[in-house]
């Protein structure tokens, strides 16, 4: 069972499979070898444009919503108190905290995978290129999402940038 496509290709090329598509002259061997530098080179095309979308994403939408909506509820909590020492601002406190340990995860993360990104090129073929984006940078961008979609259910849909998965899949307009 071969999960991914990096897995997957390098079989395209095996003896038997390359005598199946000679034989019934489907594919010559230079046609095979070319395929397989052609698929697995839109592979890794996919995963940067992918990465390169989730960083553009993140450093201009998802962490500045963020920073904003953790200022609005600083600026609640600390307007609670100058009204009253005794006004409760315990939501608005626990949920800076963890919406503030959340997105430096979610920094710490995303420079991780603008390093994988800038280190991608130095690849010295496709198919160490291939394995180089399922082991590094699908992984960072897997965890990336894992942090954005907790952070999404904590923050009020006011700052979000885009639409919930509920407005998508419930809302009729």
């Not at 997957?8 to 002259?25: A, G, V």
């Not at 994403?57 to 909590?77: F, R, V, W």
């Not at 315990?90 to 990104?117: C, F, G, R």
């Not at 259910?153 to 009729?172: M, N, R």
Request: proline fraction near 3%; hydrophobic fraction near 40%; glycine fraction near 0%.
């Amino acid at each position: 069972n071969l999960r991914t496509t990096p897995d997957c290709l390098p079989y395209f090329l095996h003896e038997k499979n390359i005598k199946l598509f000679t034989s019934h002259k489907v594919f010559s061997q230079e046609e095979m070898y070319a395929r397989y530098e052609i698929l697995t080179d839109n592979y890794n095309k996919i995963i940067n444009i992918e990465a390169l979308t989730m960083l553009e994403m993140l450093n201009k939408d998802i962490l500045p919503s963020i920073s904003h909506y953790i200022h609005e509820l600083t600026e609640t909590a600390l307007a609670k108190k100058a009204l009253c020492d005794s006004i409760d601002a315990t939501y608005e406190l626990e949920l800076v905290k963890e919406l503030s340990s959340l997105s430096a995860q979610v920094y710490e993360e995303k420079k991780v995978l603008e390093k994988y990104v800038a280190e991608a090129p130095l690849c010295a073929d496709v198919t160490q290129l291939a394995q180089f984006c399922k082991n590094n940078i699908i992984v960072s961008m897997s965890k990336l999402r894992t942090l954005v979609d907790e952070i999404e259910t904590k923050t009020d849909s006011a700052y979000w940038p885009y639409p919930t998965y509920g407005e998508i899949l419930f809302s009729v307009k």
